[in-house]
């Protein structure tokens, strides 16, 4: 592919992101993508992506292939008995480290919020899932760290704190972009704080307690 394809390209992924971001997924046509990127051809999402699924993809996949690589750096420092807020950092830190580093217009987060909270990405969200084999690894230390809680319930609660995350994110990116002196690091460590506290909460009805199943710490 050549250099004007390849930024033509990313064109397209940028803006992508920046329409689902403020109008939600569903709402978004293709055309409109292609028309807001200053395009002609309407079949350039086709041309780029093959579909649109292909465009999600590219779009999850450009998010987590760095996400991996700055998640891998972490877990090679961490010790093999590390603890709660060490292993939630490797799990956290790497998402909220890549969002200060993108420029004061970024949408990522709000992108990502929107392809949790919209029911047909979910097929999406879990082939992308597998891109992440170092997360399903953290989620069992989560286990070994919290052995005192059964591992339904750890896993119930890493549903929860996805979203959670995700969601104080999102509205954090929107807080910058409008003008707030960004603080990712203040944000990254609070939110630690917050899912060690949650993780570790003990369990007051065990005979009536109900766990979640989606995918957890998908970041």
């Given amino acids: 592919m050549g250099r004007h394809s390849d930024k033509a390209r990313e064109v397209l992924l940028d803006t ?3 329409l689902f971001a403020l109008h939600g997924i569903d709402a ?3 055309r409109r993508i292609t028309e807001h990127a200053g395009t002609a051809n309407h079949s350039a999402i086709a041309y780029h992506f093959g579909d649109r699924e292909g465009l999600l993809r590219a779009l999850l996949s450009r998010h987590l292939q760095e996400m ?3 998640r891998a750096v972490m877990i090679s420092k961490v010790a093999d008995d590390a603890d ?7 799990m956290i830190l790497p998402w909220i480290q890549y969002l200060a ?21 979910t ?3 879990k082939a992308s899932a597998g891109l992440n084999p170092e997360v399903e690894a953290l989620t069992h230390r989560l286990e070994s760290a919290l052995g005192h809680l059964p591992s339904s319930v750890v896993r119930g609660r890493a549903a929860i704190l996805g979203p959670m995350v995700l969601g104080s994110c999102a509205a954090y990116e929107e807080r910058v972009q409008k003008g707030e002196k960004s603080n990712w690091t203040g944000v990254g460590y609070f939110l630690i704080d ?3 506290g949650m993780l570790a909460a003990p369990v007051t009805h065990p005979d009536e307690y109900v766990t979640f199943t989606e995918e957890a710490f998908l970041l």
């Fill in 123 to 125: 097929d999406v969200l």
């Fill in 16 to 18: 992508a992101a920046e």
């Fill in 194 to 196: 917050s899912c060690a």
């Fill in 28 to 30: 978004v046509s293709n």
């Fill in 68 to 70: 991996n690589r700055r």
């Fill in 101 to 121: 580093d993108r420029p004061v217009t970024s949408w990522h987060a709000r992108f990502l919020f929107q392809v949790r909270t919209i029911p047909s990405m």
């Fill in 84 to 90: 709660l807020t060490d292993i939630l950092a490797c």
